[in-house]
């Protein structure tokens, strides 16, 4: 089994950037389908970006495309989730998420282990 540790999240003005960690500890995350996922006050849930266990195909949502970038060190057991050109819109708990399963997984319901999350707000 697989744990998940978020970091990186803080306080931003709109325009800039923040890198997110998600460090794996029991398992090594070259394994696992990584995902991103944020949710707001009062809103769902929403999945950012993922990618994939195999040949490393990542996905975006619309909103964040040209802005974030997710990658992945296997030597440090990590995967991140570079933001930049942040906006009001992007505040929300950020949560990484594993998965065995192959594949471009965009939904929440692919992933059977969940970090922590950590906290981004953007605001002037």
């Known amino acids: 089994q697989v744990q998940l540790v978020e970091s990186g999240g803080g306080s931003v003005q709109p325009g800039g950037s923040l890198r997110l960690s998600c460090a794996a500890s029991g398992r090594t995350l070259d394994r696992y389908a990584i995902g991103w996922f944020r949710q707001a006050p009062g809103k769902e849930r929403e999945g950012v970006s993922c990618?994939?266990?195999?040949?490393?195909?990542?996905y975006y949502t619309d909103s964040v495309k040209g802005r974030f970038t997710i990658s992945r060190d296997n030597a440090k057991n990590t995967v991140y989730l570079q933001m930049n050109n942040l906006k009001p819109e992007d505040t929300a708990v950020y949560y990484c998420a594993a998965s065995v399963w192959y594949g471009v997984l965009r939904s929440a319901s692919n992933y059977d282990y969940w970090g922590q999350g950590t906290q981004v707000t953007v605001s002037s």
């Open positions: 990618i994939s266990r195999d040949d490393g195909s990542t």
